[in-house]
């Protein structure tokens, strides 16, 4: 498209700072507000483009040719009221997508888990081999220090979210399903909605084309059907090397790779495993942030589905000799209260959570539900937890895990702003250590 003036509202977003930097990349004056600093208004900056804040009619500039808004930014917002006076054309971040989109050879990687590290997985492993694909994550990739990157072919590799229909909004040449459960409960009422969503995606895959996915997964098998693009299984893939934990990263591993021998079916084999064994991760996946003041480990996590924090957990578990401590902020009323019951057993192998207030989003609290409610359901399942507040959290996890333990702030929310403040502070070293005292800052945000 060929745009000279745009305006990004809630630019903050992980897709819509991706697709800021890709208007920017190509030559077009762009601008954007949010509601506060983040790591990712903080990398936005740093690439050149300004945000605003707060958001505020006078942000938008009287010359913008279209004005993107993302989900979270409702029509009575005063920078989308201000465009439509203006009469600037106004579109959500996802029929944007799809409108840049249109004439690539597009990869969506969609699906209820992994798939923004099957992206950075993926988009590495391409880079790696010599292609030039532009890509668009759902998160900050280490490896690329961001969350895009500029392509030179017409490979468009993109993370595709399934809320609302989004990823109906793209035409790809090809699909990963990573896998499918039930999630955003305040959209699809069932399943069967959700299943009915994926499988309009795939009747839209050409012949030509090709759907990456595990075909005897109960959940994926019936969205199949009729399916006129072939379907390859990607759990045929071989375990590899990562540095990443998790049988679920295993499982991310051998989607990605399955989707680039599709690409690059003259890939050699060692060069694919030497991409995915350096892959460094993405932000706010099981990302190691540094130590408390007592010498605990601290991770953040995004997870904030049963299913995601059970597998997380799982994996800390695994890698940690000492005391697990969970910090989880529940991500909206409707996804709390609709999978209530299996969040009170996702957590199971923690020795300690503690449940932030509920992080309302684009909700409003009916009543139903509570982090409160959900502590005692998580104990009543035989995991000490309680509710508390995010300054509660802090002081519980500065002073209670000691060396060896390990502490993780996890959620969809800003509850990774406790495990910065965790680590930003002197370690005390324990007597009898000959070595400085040392300060551990935050792993790198943005």
């Known amino acids: 498209m060929s745009i000279e003036r745009i305006h990004f509202v809630g630019i903050g977003g992980v897709g819509m700072s991706a697709l800021a930097q890709y208007f920017a990349d190509r030559g077009a004056r762009v601008t954007g507000s949010d509601r506060s600093a983040s790591p990712v208004t903080q990398m936005l900056e740093k690439s050149g483009i300004t945000v605003q804040m707060p958001q505020r009619a006078e942000n938008v500039p009287e010359d913008a040719e279209w004005v993107v808004y993302s989900d979270a930014v409702p029509s009575d917002n005063p920078e989308r009221v201000r465009a439509a006076e203006l009469r600037i054309r106004q579109c959500s971040y996802f029929q944007m997508l799809g409108k840049v989109s249109e004439g690539k050879r597009t990869i969506a990687v969609a699906g209820t888990h992994g798939k923004t590290t099957t992206t950075g997985m993926l988009a590495k492993i391409l880079i790696d081999a010599g292609e030039s694909p532009t890509v668009i994550v759902g998160s900050i990739v280490r490896d690329f220090e961001s969350n895009y990157v500029h392509g030179d072919s017409d490979l468009f590799v993109v993370e595709a979210c399934e809320y609302k229909d989004h990823l109906l909004e793209l035409s790809p040449e090809m699909l990963v399903i990573t896998n499918l459960e039930w999630d955003h409960t305040d959209y699809f009422a069932?399943?069967?909605?959700?299943?009915?969503?994926?499988?309009?995606?795939?009747?839209?895959?050409?012949?030509?084309?090709?759907?990456?996915?595990?075909?005897?997964?109960?959940?994926?098998?019936?969205v199949l059907e009729g399916a006129q693009a072939r379907v390859i299984d990607y759990t045929r893939e071989p375990s590899r090397e990562l540095l990443l934990p998790g049988a679920f990263n295993q499982m991310n591993a051998r989607a990605a790779a399955a989707a680039a021998w599709l690409v690059r079916p003259d890939l050699p084999d060692t060069s694919l495993a030497q991409s995915l064994a350096s892959f460094r991760g993405t932000w706010r996946r099981f990302e190691y942030k540094g130590k408390?003041?007592?010498?605990?480990?601290?991770?953040?996590?995004?997870?904030?589905?049963?299913?995601?924090?059970?597998?997380?957990?799982?994996?800390?578990?695994?890698?940690?000799?000492?005391?697990?401590?969970?910090?989880?902020?529940?991500?909206?009323?409707?996804?709390?209260?609709?999978?209530?019951?299996?969040?009170?057993?996702?957590?199971?192998?923690?020795?300690?959570?503690?449940?932030?207030?509920?992080?309302?989003?684009?909700?409003?609290?009916?009543?139903?539900v509570s982090s409160g409610k959900l502590a005692a359901a998580i104990a009543a399942n035989g995991t000490p937890a309680r509710a508390a507040s995010f300054a509660e959290i802090e002081a519980a996890f500065e002073s209670e895990p000691k060396e060896g333990d390990a502490v993780m702030t996890m959620g969809a929310?800003?509850?990774?702003?406790?495990?910065?403040?965790?680590?930003q502070k002197e370690v005390r070293v324990p007597e009898g250590r000959a070595r400085a005292v040392e300060v551990v800052h935050t792993a790198r945000s943005a």
């Open 413 to 423: 929310g800003d509850i990774y702003k406790v495990a910065d403040a965790l680590v």
């Open 190 to 222: 069932s399943l069967e909605a959700l299943q009915e969503s994926f499988r309009k995606a795939v009747l839209k895959v050409p012949a030509h084309g090709a759907i990456v996915t595990n075909p005897r997964n109960p959940n994926i098998a019936p």
């Open 292 to 368: 408390t003041l007592h010498g605990a480990d601290v991770f953040d996590d995004y997870a904030h589905h049963p299913t995601a924090v059970a597998s997380t957990l799982s994996a800390l578990r695994e890698k940690t000799e000492g005391r697990v401590f969970i910090a989880f902020h529940p991500h909206l009323y409707s996804r709390t209260h609709d999978l209530f019951l299996d969040f009170a057993k996702a957590f199971t192998g923690a020795d300690e959570v503690l449940v932030a207030p509920i992080y309302a989003a684009r909700e409003v609290d009916d009543g139903r």
